[in-house]
Each structure stands twice: as structure tokens, then as C-alpha cells.
């Protein structure tokens, strides 16, 4: 443990002196919240992207917490696209962010609440993908990001690079690293306990060594309680909306949909076979 957290910190000195304007990339989970621990260990109090929906404020107030406590510079920017992605029962909405000459997509996987309570959950249509977009105007010329190989995540669309401890991706004139990918669960736990960093107990228990999502979703922010009868493509035609109370039509085949083959492998599965 003591070697990995040596040489991502030869990564985080490596950042600073070869690129001028550095972000990390952090929703403020127990990964990135490593990144940015272990940055400010070394004097580098670099600003922070953090996406955030205008719904639920209630799921952010763990990040509005370490916002406070540790002083942090943060930036957001509205998607300039919106995109859907369905298969073997998961539903997601993707945002769609402008970066560089780029594109990143942030996912927010959406789940039918146990009872549809007006003011409890949204329209998927309506509150998510159609959401106000924009562009801007990115300065930064590096991101820093907390993924590890042990959580890639097939609906990226990106096949993790196993060959290099540092993942560059070119989007533009953009690059972004993971100085975390070698780094196990149970590596961001201990550090996480052993410098004494607030653990995020609506969302995370600890079992094992690790922190596990809860199930509940509450306090989750990358879930949303939400309606999306009118988005599923094995649905009928024409669904009753829950929100207008009245039927509407199926509108599935005039969404864009994320390019994923219904056969994309299981990286999260070969990942731990050490494939």
C-alpha cells in the first residue's frame, strides 16, 4: 500500500510540472475523494469538475460537507447532449459534456421507486433528457480521474488500457489520468481510514475491508427514482404516464441512444480474473 500511494504521488508531481491547468474529475465518491486527499498532501489544491443534477439535494449533502470542510474550488457546465442506454433491465440516462475538442459522457442509472409519490421521483423524459444544454469554454488543459481497474464500467464505452499505470485519453488537446488504477477496494478503504477521511455512511457500508453501496438509494447520486415507461423499448406503443395521468405515446425510437452492441463484454468480470 505504502508503494502504490509513493508512485501516485509521482504521478500527481509529474501532472504539475508538465501541464499548466489541472481538474479532477470527482462526483466526490470514496475514489476520487482519494485523489483529491492525496493531492492536497502535496500542496496542490487543484479546482475540482463536479457534474451535479439540480435534483434531490438531499443526495449531495456528504459533498456539500467535504466542499466545506476542505475549502474546495468547484466548477460545473451544463451537457451539451443527452443520450439513453438500455439493456437486461438497467436504464440509464447519459449527459454528454464538452471537453476539449472531446466528448465525456456521465451516466445516471434510474430505478422505479416502490411507490410513485408526486414530489419522490421524476419524469425521465422530461427532467432528465430533456434538460436545459450548453457549451463552454474549457480551460484546463489536464483532468485527473479516480478510476481503477477493478470498477471499469462497460456503458463508458471505453475498453480500459491495461498496459500503462497512468490511462491517457486524447480528446483534443486534453488529456486524463488515473493514478488510482492499480489500486484494490480495500486499498481505498485503508487509506480512507487510515487519514481519518469522512466516510460517506448514507451511501457506503463498510464489509470486508470495503465499502459496498448500500442498497437503498436514497442518498445515492448516481441513482434517480424515476418513471421511464414511455422510454423502454419493449413497451407498448402508447403507455399510461404516471406524471400527466393520461396515456402517451412510446417515444423510445426518437431518442438517441448510446452506441453499445447488446453483447459488450463484462470488463468489471475479466478485470477480476486479471485478464
Keep these: 500500500m505504502k508503494e502504490k500511494i509513493e508512485e501516485t504521488k509521482a504521478i500527481l508531481k509529474m501532472i504539475t510540472k508538465e501541464y499548466h491547468k489541472p481538474i479532477i474529475y470527482s462526483g466526490l465518491g470514496k475514489d476520487s475523494i482519494c ?62 459534456f464538452q471537453v ?4 465525456m459522457i456521465l451516466c445516471a442509472m434510474l430505478y422505479e421507486p416502490d411507490e410513485y409519490i408526486e414530489g419522490q421521483y421524476l419524469c425521465a423524459l422530461k427532467d432528465i433528457y430533456l434538460q436545459p444544454l450548453g457549451t463552454s469554454e474549457f480551460v484546463w488543459d489536464v483532468g485527473i480521474q479516480g478510476h481503477r481497474k477493478a470498477e471499469s464500467k462497460p456503458h463508458s464505452g471505453h475498453k480500459p488500457n491495461r498496459l500503462q499505470w497512468v490511462c491517457k485519453q486524447f480528446l483534443g488537446s486534453i488529456d486524463f489520468f488515473q493514478p488510482l488504477r492499480e489500486w484494490t477496494n480495500q486499498d481505498v478503504y485503508q487509506y480512507i481510514v487510515d487519514n481519518g477521511i469522512p466516510i460517506n455512511t448514507d451511501v457506503y457500508d463498510v464489509k470486508d475491508g470495503e465499502l459496498i453501496p448500500k442498497i437503498d438509494s436514497t442518498y445515492n447520486p448516481d441513482r434517480r427514482p424515476a418513471c421511464f415507461d414511455c422510454m423502454k423499448p419493449d413497451n407498448p406503443k402508447v403507455v399510461f404516464c404516471r406524471k400527466r395521468q393520461c396515456t402517451v405515446n412510446n417515444v423510445w425510437e426518437d431518442l438517441r441512444k448510446t452506441v453499445m452492441p447488446t453483447d459488450y463484454p463484462n470488463y468489471q468480470e475479466e478485470d477480476e480474473k486479471g485478464e
Design 35 to 96: 485523489v483529491i486527499h492525496l493531492s492536497r498532501s502535496l500542496g496542490f489544491n487543484w479546482p475540482i469538475m463536479f457534474h451535479r443534477d439540480p435534483f434531490f439535494p438531499k443526495k449531495y449533502r456528504y459533498a456539500n460537507k467535504i466542499i466545506e470542510l476542505w475549502d474546495l474550488e468547484c466548477h460545473d457546465y451544463p451537457a451539451h447532449d443527452t443520450s439513453v442506454f438500455y439493456r437486461n433491465d438497467t436504464f440509464e440516462v447519459t449527459r454528454h
Design 100 to 103: 476539449g475538442a472531446g466528448d
